[in-house]
């Protein structure tokens, strides 16, 4: 067991009943090369993913009907691109996973996303500041991605950045009105503010051999960020606490709730089709 | 990325023949242009207008019964499009694939809309969309009893698809030729799009329906629980209808409720064969002299007790959508200060030009 844990890698044989498959399939077979590309690809696919989850959860929950319709929409753009994301990291892996067997058939310590994303969605302002450093991201992710020399990364990056700069806008639209709202809004806007905010260095981090490196991303990342707050009449928290860990498969302790909720239903019934 | 990827199939085309000449007859209508003006005598004129098949807009006279009873009847198909998002909204997390994720997300979303028309529509009779919410979260206004039962199974989904969205066409369809036409033209929209909605839950079913053994005995366990919930969104029988008959008068309703009712029996028979699930009805039988199946009535005394409150689920959709609309209260107040700042900074700006 604990060698399995240690693995780093995706499961060279993906098991259909994932955690609770007989004894022998616990022992993975030699992790085949895992190629960077795809640990990039599913890292970003994951993100997507996780995010749509969340955002899904808010359906039927949120605050004004117009406003349930927008976060289903961009539940939507997520879950959309995570799928080709997903679909494109099962070729390049090549081992015939498809979108649901990485998405419904990996445990928590195999997933790539942030742990921005996997955070619980909080109020109706946590899900908002966790949406605008995530779009924040995003935009500027995408725009580089769409000019990246792999072809389908461009083309998923052309399609996806337009949806995040709508995305960028709906969140920084709340932000500002909840932070020059009411005393209330302005006091819950902040508390989400402070909670999330050392969230986002993770996303940031260098990788000079990524087909994009998240470093080049910072520049854009704080400009939007620092202006949207400012706008909001917030205050940028100080503090050198950077929680990460994400992208290696070293999660919060709430990924694992997710991912039971996500994958329940299909892992119930191994092979079926739906 | 999410949406229309099924092969077509013909469950539904009739009934979306009867949308699209709904749609062709409102726009002849339209072309036509009615006659004369509402002059001395409004009523007759109403009356007129009614006859000819022509609709009634939001400017015209109508009679104070007439208006009452259309936003009744249009609050409450609002209402029950965003209660009713609750029970699918139930599946949306635990999907079974992210193809059906998309699908059930997008389908949620558009009951949302669906919903915002309907408010939308019943505006143009001079009632807010906040007194309609409110007067639904006091319980005073009514959403359709279907949605008081539980989605226990993913099965389920494909279940309140055919059935309930396939019930819910069969309402419909007759309304986009009703008499109002803010609420003939919604309506038109909305059952295209619920035609589309009866063809995903079809299609699910007939996955599960032959998929593993276990897939199979979830689609009839499912089939089993909502057949006849689904034949009670019809209404009570026509013997006990007590809105029916001035509704017909006024063409707001153009079939009465056991008509309908039979309608939705004749059209599912051949859907469940080609399915290969079993409606839980011994008595299902082809009758050759009236030309339709006869069937077993729902428990109408049933019906009666969810509508009153008492079925599996209405306290709980009820304090689900009043703890939404609390929780979202501040974010609402929140809004509504920064747009009240936003346009006094913009009256402000405006002054100082006009000054300077």
Request: glycine fraction near 6%.
């Amino acid at each position: 067991m604990t060698a399995y844990v240690e693995q780093t890698g995706p499961r060279a044989v993906p098991t259909a009943s994932g955690t609770t498959s007989a004894a022998p399939e616990l022992t993975p077979a030699a992790p085949e090369p895992v190629t960077k590309r795809f640990e990039f690809v599913l890292g970003l696919a994951d993100d997507a993913l996780v995010a749509a989850q969340r955002l899904a959860e808010w359906c039927t929950r949120g605050p004004e009907m117009e406003e349930d319709i927008a976060l289903s929409n961009i539940a939507l753009d997520q879950l959309g691109a995570a799928r080709l994301l997903l679909t494109y990291a099962g070729e390049l892996e090549g081992a015939g996973r498809d979108e649901d067997a990485l998405a419904y058939r990996r445990d928590d310590r195999e997933f790539r996303n942030c742990l921005l994303v996997e955070l619980p969605n909080g109020d109706f302002a946590v899900t908002m500041a966790k949406l605008l450093f995530l779009a924040a991201y995003q935009v500027p992710l995408y725009t580089a991605l769409a000019g990246c020399g792999d072809e389908r990364l461009a083309a998923i990056g052309a399609k996806a950045r337009k949806e995040s700069a709508y995305h960028l806008d709906h969140a920084s639209l709340w932000v500002r009105r909840l932070g020059d709202g009411t005393d209330e809004s302005h006091r819950r806007m902040q508390a989400a503010v402070d909670e999330v905010w050392p969230y986002p260095h993770e996303l940031l981090t260098p990788d000079p051999t990524a087909p994009v490196d998240p470093a080049t991303l910072r520049a854009d990342f704080d400009s939007v960020v620092s202006s949207v707050l400012t706008e909001a009449t917030l205050t940028v928290p100080e503090t050198s606490w950077t929680p990460a860990g994400g992208r290696n498969g070293v999660h919060t302790e709430h990924l694992s709730y997710l991912l039971a909720e996500l994958q329940v239903l299909h892992r119930a019934h191994p092979g079926a089709s739906w | 990325m999410y949406g229309n990827d099924f092969p077509a199939d013909d469950t539904s085309s009739g009934l979306l023949g009867e949308v699209e000449a709904a749609e062709m007859a409102l726009r002849e209508a339209a072309e036509r242009g009615r006659h004369g003006a509402a002059g001395a005598d409004p009523a007759a004129y109403f009356t007129e207008v009614i006859a000819a098949d022509q609709k009634v807009e939001p400017r015209d006279w109508m009679p104070e019964s007439y208006r009452a009873t259309l936003i009744r009847q249009i609050a409450q198909h609002a209402h029950s499009e965003i209660i009713g998002m609750q029970p699918e909204g139930n599946w949306i997390t635990r999907a079974p694939s992210l193809k059906r994720k998309a699908i059930l997300l997008a389908k949620v979303q558009d009951e949302a809309g669906h919903g915002l028309y309907l408010y939308a529509a019943a505006e143009t009779l001079g009632v807010s969309r906040d007194e309609l919410v409110d007067l639904l979260l006091a319980g005073r206004q009514k959403y359709s009893s279907i949605f008081n039962y539980p989605t226990l199974s993913w099965a389920d989904m494909g279940t309140i698809g055919w059935l309930v969205d396939g019930a819910a066409i069969v309402n419909q369809v007759p309304l986009c030729r009703c008499s109002y036409g803010p609420y003939a033209r919604a309506m038109i929209r909305i059952c295209k799009e619920e035609s589309f909605h009866q063809r995903q839950g079809y299609e699910i079913l007939h996955t599960l329906a032959h998929g593993t053994p276990a897939q199979r005995e979830m689609a009839q366990d499912s089939v089993n629980r909502w057949w006849y919930p689904s034949l009670a969104m019809f209404g009570p029988p026509d013997t006990d209808s007590t809105h029916s008959a001035q509704s017909m008068a006024w063409k707001i309703k153009r079939f009465s409720n056991d008509e309908l009712r039979q309608r939705f029996v004749d059209m599912c028979v051949g859907q469940a064969e080609v399915l290969g699930l079993t409606l839980p009805d011994p008595a299902l039988c082809w009758n050759d002299e009236r030309g339709a199946y006869d069937f077993t009535q729902p428990d109408y005394a049933e019906l009666m007790r969810v509508i009153k409150g008492a079925g599996p689920c209405n306290r709980q959709r009820m304090e689900h959508r009043r703890r939404s609309h609390r929780e979202g209260a501040w974010v609402r107040s929140a809004a509504a200060a920064y747009a009240a700042k936003q346009a006094s900074k913009k009256e402000q700006a405006s002054r100082k030009e006009r000054v300077a």
